[in-house]
């Protein structure tokens, strides 16, 4: 299963991922290094899947341990390597990042989305609120405490995207940490296919373009390895790839400052919603 792949990086699709997602799956959430050395004592094949992953290029994260504690997803910060996430690098412009053969889908599913009229746009906590309600109303559920009002310190960008008659069909949220970005909400409704299912795809490059105007270098959206297959697909067509992460935290009051747009350096973290 797993193959010789040596030299070759992990992406998404192919087998030896694919053998790493049905692995990593099948480890309890708060796995530990004894857990991880027992399962591949009982699948040794499962060693070169696993040194793929550590071989994955590694994205350096600068955390204020203050910021870390302010969010429910603090743990990712912790001083292991935290193996195989889902990073995005945010575009310096539209163009570089619809180009080429890898976005051909995006930019379908773009054409569908202003075709209908779908427009996302970056709102207030109180208008994304009210279109949290909407779409969750529509999913036969309610919103959790991960849609309450954000604290002082939690700073948090918001996004909706609409229908041609101001019908919510999708909303996203981004816990941002001046380099870096966390998506933490990305929901579309079920009940207004498939402009939803379009919305969802606009609503996420419109964020994209936003967080990287405003200086910030990547998003992460969690484990690229234990979402389901269909979470990994919406992933590889939005430009995710999966990375290993490295966390300098930083435990003085230095606050992380916004560089101007176009100054792009450096590398950085999603509790990710389903993405129908």
């Given amino acids: 299963m797993a193959g010789n792949f040596q030299g070759r990086e992990l992406c998404y699709g192919s087998q030896e991922f694919l053998a790493a997602s049905d692995w990593a799956r099948g480890l309890p959430l ?32 600068r955390v204020r341990q203050s910021d870390a504690d302010a969010w429910w ?32 889908a995006l930019r379908t599913n773009l054409r569908h989305a202003r075709a209908r009229g779908v427009t996302s746009s ?6 994304w609120f009210d279109a949290v309600s909407a779409v969750m109303r ?8 991960e849609h309450d009002r954000p604290r002082p310190e939690q700073e948090v960008a918001f996004y909706v995207a609409r229908d041609a008659c101001g019908t919510a069909l999708a909303f996203a949220g981004a816990a941002v940490f001046g380099q870096f970005a ?40 969690g484990s690229a390895l234990r979402v389901s297959a269909g979470h990994q697909y919406f992933q590889h067509l939005l430009g995710y790839r999966p990375r290993n992460l490295r966390v300098e935290m930083i435990r003085s009051p230095e606050r992380f400052t916004k560089r101007p747009t176009g100054e792009r350096r450096g590398v950085q973290v999603p509790v990710e919603s389903p993405p129908g």
């Fill in 30 to 61: 708060n796995h530990r290094t004894p857990v991880v050395l027992g399962s591949v004592a009982r699948h040794p094949a499962m060693l070169r899947v696993l040194a793929a992953v550590w071989r994955l290029p590694v994205t350096d994260l």
């Fill in 138 to 145: 529509a999913r036969d559920d309610t919103p959790g405490p």
């Fill in 73 to 104: 997803f603090g743990d990712w910060f912790g001083p292991r390597r935290q193996l195989a996430w889902a990073v995005l690098d945010l575009p310096a412009g539209e163009d570089h990042y619809l180009v080429g053969r890898s976005r051909q």
């Fill in 122 to 127: 970056r709102v207030t906590y109180e208008t």
């Fill in 182 to 221: 966390v998506l933490f909400a990305l929901v579309s409704r079920p009940d207004r296919q498939p402009d939803a299912s379009w919305a969802r795809y606009q609503l996420h490059t419109s964020l994209a373009f936003d967080l990287g105007s405003c200086g910030a270098e990547h998003l992460l959206t």
